[in-house]
């Protein structure tokens, strides 16, 4: 695309919001289609949490609404079935068509050419390619909901043979083919941003930017490429495997002799792997929790150095730990498998590289906290959610070890620890993150502040409400609840615990009413947030040397750098009489 | 008329996506012979007797091979300015990539009229799923190739626009680096 076809006034509605050549726009693309996921997502939550707590009780509203229909039966009560449907497509829907867009499509395609410089990404026509590719994919996983025998029920693992054979329950019919479709398409759209990032980040740096001056939002984009770009390219070879097999009848996830409950053979020619699908499936999906984590780590470095006015503590450290993420990160995922009886030397091996990649996280963790250590720390909104975002990455980190380790792993395999632990990962870590950068680049996408108490209010009650409901879990998990367990009371060993269930169903309540104060202020500070001038917080990156809301093609001339994004406080800037200085600014003398 | 140009930057940057979208594919095709390679370890009597002949794969061999030297020829005419010579370079790795996909057919109707399909057992299942998606590639490639092609002759490429035609060559010829594992993978070793 050359340079000359970029005035977006020049071009039509149509042009500019179905085939945007600019990545702004594109961004916002993804940022709507991500919150209607997230709130379909979490509206499968609430039923989860529905059944967990009171299960066999028919669901308020809904279940009278939809009965027959969807997860419900004919008293409007959650069927097994539908339970199985929900607890799979939750899943399924926040990793792969909200946290995973959201933290690359959504905010990697907004900061990483305002941060480098650019006027926009390296490939624009891939960048709206792969938004319309994603959202095809959500739309076919959409689908799959309204199918007769509904929608996938095999687990967001999808693991063999209950995927695999059709018959095995209703969800493993059209369901699961839809759901192969689906993911190969997000999978296929995640690759190709993926490339225009590191494209984009490698080659198109204003002038004097160099490696050691990228802002870590860039830095954490850049790794998270290598995986989206080396690692989701195996899930689309699983997925085609497992296509071929459901629809073209081959069997390389089917082993020899597998019968169904009529006592008739499954699965043709047999001699195939069960496990071979775990290991492809985990050889991307290891990698991606680290595409779900690493943005997140980025934004929350970018904000503690800018409201703790100091350096980033350890920028080189901060580098090299998330290089030795992405490449301890291919060579992990045998840990998802410990209990599938591998062997116990291979099993020692994955526990030894899972450890190690501790290492690195908490480099990341010591840095923050060295970073905030005798800071002239300013509690603003988007510093809260950072905190937030640190605290509980300890929490998920930490149950993470513990993971890590072959026995205690066998002991709490498939338990609700394992659900405490990615939730306080996933959620608590780059959901919060995430939260915190819309606050803070509210301002710069769309020339408002964001509202301060509604903002507080969010970030208090969901912080809370999110321990209310996830901590708990780390004590069902230890009793023994496994994952997956519709109606946990019918086990005698499990009834004392069952008050933490209703606990942790309240407090998801509360979570999920939450989230709409952050809806009424987004739409709130739309309208009516104060004007936010162009560089609101004080900080020192190439996004905000350019006025709010950032105008299309973002620098009017490409600026050059001459320092790094955290030189908060420093000589130079006192120079000039404040405490920061833009990347772009000339020395002073 | 003002013809499109590029500098010589956005002609690497070009080449530099080219590169990382061969390296996914690099990463998708491994999977596929990695797991070729796991099950025949686990199941040796699928090859014996060798399942497949050898006959029209080495006439794919000799069209692939074929199709990479009219695809070079095409990449430096392009970059010479030598638009024409270029199109009719494109059209004819089309043509080959046809051909290829020809045969790939006949072979397909005689191990399908054989009784041999991708259900029969794990070394059929293997082989369709990797000569499939190998076609599938060189189906996409040939589409493109008619495009490029059609832009050579209304002469789009100079020696200061000749991206298109640079990557289209190093796509191609990551279709042949596979052709060649398939080759060695399922008719030779």
Known sequence: MSETTLSPSSQGFFRRFFWPSDHKVVAYQYFVTVALFMALGGFLAMLIRWQLAYPGAPVPLFGALMQNHFFFDGAGRISPQGYLQLTTMHGTIMIFLVMIPLLTGGFGNYLIPLQVGARDMAFPFLNALAYWIYLAGGLVLFASFFLAQGASEAGWTAYAPLSEVSTATPGSGSGQVFWLIGIFLAGFSSSLSGMNFLATIAKMRAPGMTWGRLPMTTWSQLVTAFFQVLATPVLAAAVSLMFMDKVFGTSFFLPTGLHDSDDQLIGGGGGGHPLLWQHLFWFYSHPAVYILVLPAMGIASDLISTFARKPLFGYKAMVAAMTAIMGLGFVVWGHHMFVSGMSPAMATGFAMTTLLIAVPSGVKVFNWLGTLWRANIHLTLPMLYALAFVSMFIVGGLSGIFMAATPVDVYIHDTYYVIAHFHYVVFGGSLFASFGAIHYWFPKMTGRMMNNKLGLAHWAISLLAFNGTFFPMHLLGEGGEMRRLATSTEYQYLQPLQHWNVFITHSAFLLGAAQFIFLINLIYSLQKGEKAPANPWGANGLEWTIPSPAPAHNFEKIPRVYRGPYEYSGPEAAKLGRDWIAQDEEPPR | ?189
Request: net charge positive; hydrophobic share 55%; glycine share 10%.
């Open chain 2, 1 to 189: 008329m003002s013809a499109k140009t590029e500098t010589p930057q956005r002609a690497e940057l070009v080449a530099f996506g080219m590169w990382l979208f061969l390296a996914s594919e690099a990463m998708f095709f491994t999977a596929f012979f990695a797991m070729t390679i796991i099950m025949r370890v686990a199941h040796p009597e699928l090859l014996a007797p060798r399942p497949l002949g050898l006959g029209l794969a080495l006439v794919n061999t000799a069209v692939m091979a074929l199709s990479v030297w009219t695809m070079v020829g095409a990449v430096k005419k392009a970059r010479l300015g030598e638009s024409a010579v270029a199109a009719r370079n494109l059209s004819w790795t089309a043509v080959l990539g046809l051909l290829f996909l020809g045969v790939k057919a006949a072979e397909y109707a005689g191990e399908i009229h054989g009784g041999k399909l991708p259900s029969t057992n794990l070394f059929f299942g293997c082989y369709y799923t990797l000569t499939g998606f190998e076609g599938l590639h060189v189906l996409i490639g040939v589409g493109v190739l008619a495009v490029l092609a059609w832009r050579a002759k209304r002469g789009d490429f100079h020696p200061n626009f000749h991206s298109p035609v640079d990557v289209m060559g190093l796509y191609w010829g990551l279709l042949a680096l596979v052709w060649v594992f398939i080759l060695a993978i399922f008719y030779i070793f």
